[in-house]
């Protein structure tokens, strides 16, 4: 004779094992989204909002859709030029900043101002007008400086420069330094003709 199940009745143990936490399984949410995904839902999120309006009035989704591109287009050139229009005056500082290390990299040469005059026609010569007109800019300082007439500094601007020097054969070659080494169109040949060709009325 088989003894009786000490557990009591099978059936209800069997459903009190299944319905344990070990059985249990945590529902499985949705995947978190990436910031590509999200950026995306926004977008679409903005253009449906732009673009139903349109949909009810016009009732055509062509037209709306193309409408919607003008006004993004719009939207995307007009935040460029905020941008370029902030970031001008950075932009003309690091060029600044550039510009006078090289003239103080040219007045760290080794040599005297005939020197720097030498390597400036040289560098125009190999099609480096910028390099020439730096150093130009920077053999005709240092001439001022070797003669007396007005000792280096290298914290005074262009404009200071002119004002100390106060000859008009210098505040013509300044102007021409300034285009060269500040201004957006650069240097170029003539340019540097021009300033070696009055180079010795600067310094005079």
Not at 74 to 85: E, N, P, S, T
Not at 108 to 114: M, P, S, T
Not at 191 to 196: A, N, P, S
Request: with cysteine; hydrophobic share 50%.
């Amino acid at each position: 004779m088989i003894p009786p199940w000490p557990h009591g009745d099978p059936r209800t143990l069997a459903r009190e094992i299944v319905a344990g936490a070990r059985y249990r399984t945590a529902q499985q949410g949705p995947a978190p989204k990436s910031w590509i995904e999200l950026a995306f839902d926004a977008l679409r999120a903005w253009w449906n909002n732009l673009t139903d309006p349109l949909n009810h009035m016009l009732g055509n989704p062509a037209v709306s859709g193309l409408i919607g591109i003008v006004v993004l287009v719009a939207a995307v050139a007009f935040l460029i030029a905020v941008v370029a229009y902030f970031a001008r005056p950075a932009v003309a500082r690091l060029r600044a900043r550039a510009t006078q290390g090289d003239v103080s990299q040219a007045l760290a040469a080794e040599g005297d101002a005939r020197a720097l005059r030498v390597q400036a026609r040289a560098a125009a010569a190999a099609g480096r007008c910028r390099d020439a007109a730096a150093l130009l800019w920077a053999s005709a300082l240092r001439a001022l400086d070797e003669r007396g007439a007005v000792r280096y500094d290298a914290a005074r601007t262009p404009g200071e420069w002119r004002r100390v020097v106060s000859r008009p054969a210098f505040d013509a070659f300044a102007r021409d330094a300034v285009v060269a080494l500040f201004g957006d169109r650069g240097a170029d040949a003539a340019l540097v003709e021009r300033m070696d060709a009055s180079y010795d009325q600067v310094i005079a």
